[in-house]
């Protein structure tokens, strides 16, 4: 079972930061929080992985709480094309495969 | 990162038939995993293909309906057998990589009438 809860929907601004809350109270201390995004039935695209401490790439941000039990991932400027479902993910040792709740379908409007 | 391809990447089949489906990874990886996604929802895990033993299977899935071959680090095949239209689905390929990003195959779209 998924070992997170995010909200189902949620509507951005296209050119403001999209902030995709997800809660993952149960987490362990060895276990990471990684994030997809699933474009119209496309295979689902990585974006970005940590495990307590804020990360940042070229696609997006995360933000760990100190407590770890919730995280929020920033898309810095919403585009149309980041209309997606989004999906936050709590893995545990490497090489098991990544367990998928329902998401939060995200609609970016222009 | 891992290239995955997937053949074909979609098909229309009748009831009662049985599809393959071929997954291609342009690196050898340890990992490889099939999914399910039905229509209108999210992923499920089916198996994690083993090199050279069989497959392991997720809770509600079995070898019959789902039999899978991985003879080499690069190849897999998913085998969809004695269709029914509750088995139209995408089915996904996915690799772990360097043992923390696991990547996804495009999907193979399957309709059965």
């Known amino acids: 079972d998924a070992k997170t809860t995010q909200p189902t929907s949620m509507d951005c601004a296209e050119g403001r930061a999209a902030n995709l809350p997800c809660n993952h109270s149960t987490i362990s201390g060895n276990e990471y929080v990684y994030w997809y995004r699933q474009i119209h039935s496309q295979g689902p695209q990585y974006i970005i992985h940590?495990?307590?401490n804020n990360e940042t790439n070229e696609m997006a941000s995360l933000i760990i709480t100190e407590d770890r039990k919730s995280s929020t991932l920033i898309l810095p400027h919403a585009t149309l094309r980041d209309t997606a479902v989004y999906y936050c993910?709590?893995?545990?040792?490497?090489?098991?495969?990544?367990?998928f709740g329902k998401g939060t379908r995200l609609s970016v409007i222009a | 990162s891992a290239v995955i391809s997937q053949k074909p990447s979609r098909d229309i089949c009748q009831r009662g038939t049985s599809l393959t489906i071929q997954c291609q990874v342009d690196s050898q990886v340890t990992m490889m995993f099939w999914y399910r996604q039905q229509p209108g929802q999210s992923l499920t895990l089916i198996a994690t293909a083993n090199q050279g033993s069989e497959a392991t299977y997720e809770s509600g899935f079995v070898i019959d309906k789902f039999p899978i071959s991985r003879p080499n680090l690069t190849f897999s095949t998913l085998t969809v057998s004695n269709m029914s239209p509750e088995d139209s689905s995408i089915y996904l390929c996915?690799?772990?990589?360097?043992?923390?990003?696991?990547?996804f195959g495009p999907g193979t779209r399957l309709t059965v009438l």
């Open positions: 996915s690799v772990v990589w360097t043992g923390l990003e696991q990547f």
């Open positions: 940590g495990l307590k």
């Open positions: 993910i709590v893995r545990g040792p490497r090489n098991t495969p990544l367990v």
